[in-house]
């Protein structure tokens, strides 16, 4: 079967032929339908996050999937379920995180991630992996099944948010995304849907015209570009925010998030820095901020099944036009590079492996 991967020996996506994985006990075979593109695959290209599976000379790409069970394989699922997998599995060993149904609280070294962590990934035209870690989703989504583990992702940064508030009336009004690639706005409207967050802001470098800004506008959310407004002067120049989410991977955001946020407000931090960031922090000023304004960071990474569950909840209720603005571009294996694209006219593109 055709699978896209890279090699050690060369980091530039290819199609590559491998044999049609075998499901074993427990597990099922999927065929693939789309499997998306985000920052994290491009990180995973670089070499400067993730790694290749132990013995391996390849990864295959690819972990915001979406298929077919081919053959459920005596589980509980039925041939036909449209199925979106979650990332990460058990290393070898014992896994108390696995064990409690939490692997995406599991700290590094004690889980594999599909696609990006020592375990291969979905970019091809079969996949198996146990059912456990298959969430079946309404077939009229299968199209835009690749979207369900980003929105997932944001599920869990906002349950994690919303907990590190939940001693007192948190009511959030205001919320700045950082970042305007696809986890940033797709996390946008996603707030844009929810009750509250009645003044939404998002962060980008860009000069209009550019389709992220049109996005941006068109859910009614405030532009703010960080060469002229800096994140510290969010507060001055537009208002201090409730909320603020981190989806740039620049690394000063994550503490300067401290300073754009309203007292008793939470910023969560999803980015994922490259190595190498090193500057200046005002230590007490960051300090005594955080303490004496009941101020939270959190940290976020991953998702597991009950936030891809909501994470379908919440993709039903964004308007059509968003997916057509957000997806630019589907493309099928003869031109699946057009998938890697990283220009300023992409913002959220899949590889299609197969039709529904
Ligand atoms: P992406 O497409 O690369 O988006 C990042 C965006 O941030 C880009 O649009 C970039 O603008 C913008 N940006 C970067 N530095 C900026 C600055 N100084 N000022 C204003 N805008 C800036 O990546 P993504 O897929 O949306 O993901 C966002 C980040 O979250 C990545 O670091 C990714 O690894 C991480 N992530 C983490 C998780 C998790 O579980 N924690 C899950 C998914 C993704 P330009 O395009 O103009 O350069
Ligand atoms: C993926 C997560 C993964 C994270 C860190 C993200 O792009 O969506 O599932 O845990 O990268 O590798
Ligand atoms: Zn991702």
Not at 55 to 67: F, S
Not at 74 to 92: A, K
Request: glycine share 10%; with cysteine.
């Amino acid at each position: 079967m055709d699978a896209i991967a890279v090699t050690r020996d060369d980091r530039t996506p290819r199609v590559v032929d491998l044999p049609r994985p075998e499901p074993g006990p427990g597990e099922a075979l999927v065929r693939t339908l789309r499997v998306g593109v985000d920052g994290t695959d491009h990180e995973v290209i670089a070499g400067s996050h993730g790694g290749f599976p132990d013995g391996d000379d390849h990864l295959v790409l690819g972990h915001e999937a979406v298929g077919v069970v081919a053959d459920a394989n005596g589980t509980d699922l039925d041939e036909g379920d449209v199925v979106v997998p979650t990332v990460r599995r058990r290393p070898d060993g014992d896994n108390e995180y696995f064990e409690r149904g939490e692997p995406d609280m599991a700290p590094p070294g004690r889980y594999a991630e599909r696609g990006i962590e020592g375990a291969h990934g979905f970019m091809a035209e079969y996949f198996t992996s146990p059912a456990e870690f298959l969430v079946e989703i309404p077939p009229e989504l299968a199209d835009l099944g690749f979207l369900v583990e980003p929105a997932s992702i944001t599920e869990k940064a906002l349950e994690l948010a919303f907990a590190a508030r939940s001693s007192f009336d948190w009511r959030p009004e205001s919320a700045f995304v950082l970042g305007n690639g696809s986890l940033g706005l797709l996390t946008l409207a996603m707030l844009d849907a929810r009750d509250g967050f009645d003044r939404l802001y998002c962060l980008g470098r860009r000069s209009r015209p550019d389709p992220t800004i049109d996005v941006v506008e068109d859910l009614g959310a405030t532009y703010v570009d960080s060469r002229e407004t800096a994140v510290p002067d969010a507060p001055a120049v537009h208002e201090p925010m409730d909320f603020v989410y981190e989806a740039t991977g620049h690394a000063p955001h994550a503490f300067e998030t401290v300073e754009a946020l309203a007292p008793n407000g939470v910023g969560a931090l999803l980015g994922v820095p490259e190595a190498g960031w090193t500057f200046d922090v005002d230590g007490s000023d960051l300090h005594r901020d955080l303490v004496l304004e009941n101020k939270a960071l959190v940290g976020s990474v991953n998702s597991g099944v009950r936030h891809f569950e909501a994470g379908v909840d919440a993709l039903r209720e964004l308007p059509d036009w968003l997916f057509d603005a957000l997806v630019t571009g589907v493309y099928g294996l003869e031109e699946f590079r057009r998938a890697f694209a990283d220009d300023e006219t992409t913002i959220k593109t899949a590889v299609q492996f197969g039709a529904q």
